[in-house]
Nanobody
């Protein structure tokens, strides 16, 4: 079992930055692919970014590519999402998720393949 706790959300003006953290406990996440998802009111949950457990491969949704960066520190059991140039459309609850990956290069992009989820952290971007 893996427990995930997100932090770092808040209210920021458009163009600003936030850094989300996801701290894992219960088991080392060093062999888990990790992902950040978000869900805005009235919309389905969508993937924002994913990272292989090695950290070598990453994935970004088209809407955040070039603005967001996912990274991980396996020694600290923590995954990060650096969000720059934030836009009002980035407003959502952001969730961290963990998936037992089959190999160290695999990035998991489907929410259905993530069995472990955090409780979410609210990110609000004002115009």
């Amino acid at each position: 079992q893996v427990q995930l706790v997100e932090s770092g959300g808040g209210l920021v003006q458009a163009g600003g930055s936030l850094r989300l953290s996801c701290a894992a406990s219960g088991r080392s996440v060093s062999i888990y692919a990790m992902g950040w998802f978000r869900q805005a009111p009235g919309r389905e949950r969508e993937i924002v970014a994913g990272i292989s457990w090695s950290g070598i491969n990453t994935y970004y949704a088209a809407s955040v590519k070039g603005r967001f960066t996912i990274s991980r520190d396996n020694a600290k059991n923590t995954v990060f999402l650096q969000m720059n140039s934030l836009k009002p459309e980035d407003t959502a609850v952001y969730y961290c998720a963990a998936s037992a990956a089959s190999d160290y290069l695999r990035v998991v992009t489907s929410s259905a393949q993530y069995p472990y989820w955090g409780q979410g952290t609210q990110v609000s971007v004002s115009s």
